[in-house]
T-cell receptor
């Protein structure tokens, strides 16, 4: 069975641009979460979606937005990119986002801002 | 105080030894605890989950949870060079459904 898939794998943007990252969860999983990981740190929570509804949002500015589609795939959008947005963006899925369910990560999208 | 704290290491052990990784958390009502392994340049890979006090064993890995002390650990027996990676402790707090709080990770090196 396919795991969590993310695209693209790498992306280079310049300051001020906008970016869209995509994620397809494990088949049968209805919850998708997004995390940002900067070098040397653990992942930081950005959003969680379940059944197309936002269930949680981390401490990120409004430049970050996301949505989930009827097939449970998800997109993360970041506007007005800053140098500090350079990071590995991770998508994780779980069956329905409950506390006792492990989250499985995709390979991530490495975003570099020049 | 950070939600999840780990010794950043690096931790270095010889092949065949036991590697011990530690993690403390601040929210007393946290309910779910996970260990992820992350190789350099890769994404985190789930290796253990634990939800109740005590030990949980899976092959060479043992997770230990002590909710009274707000402490969770991971033991790796018979460490192999292929275990060399960063180990991330993650916690789901009682008040946040499905949101993982991560520590900074402990870098482990197993030398032959």
């Amino acid at each position: 069975d396919a795991g969590v898939t993310q695209s693209p794998t790498h992306l280079i943007k310049t300051r001020g641009q906008q970016v869209t990252l995509r994620c397809s969860p494990i088949s049968g999983h209805k919850s998708v979460s997004w995390y940002q990981q900067v070098l040397g740190q653990g992942p930081q929570f950005i959003f969680q979606y379940y059944e197309k509804e936002e269930r949680g949002r981390g401490n990120f500015p409004d430049r970050f937005s996301a949505r989930q589609f009827p097939n449970y795939s998800s997109e993360l959008n970041v506007n007005a990119l800053l140098l500090g947005d350079s990071a590995l963006y991770l998508c994780a899925s779980s069956p329905d986002g409950q506390r006792n369910q492990p989250q499985h990560f995709g390979d991530g999208t490495r975003l570099s801002i020049l | 105080q950070k939600e999840v704290e780990q010794n950043s290491g690096p931790l270095s052990v010889p092949e065949g030894a036991i590697a011990s990784l530690n993690c403390t958390y601040s929210d007393r009502v946290s309910q779910s605890f996970f260990w992820y392994r992350q190789y350099s340049g890769k994404s985190p890979e789930l290796i253990m989950s634990i939800y109740s006090n005590g030990d949980k064993e899976d092959g060479r890995f043992t997770a230990q949870l002590n909710k009274a002390s707000q402490y969770v650990s991971l033991l790796i027996r018979d460490s192999q060079p292929s275990d060399s990676a960063t180990y991330l402790c993650a916690v789901i707090r009682g008040s946040t459904l499905g949101r993982l709080y991560f520590g900074r990770g402990t870098q482990l090196t197993v030398w032959p």
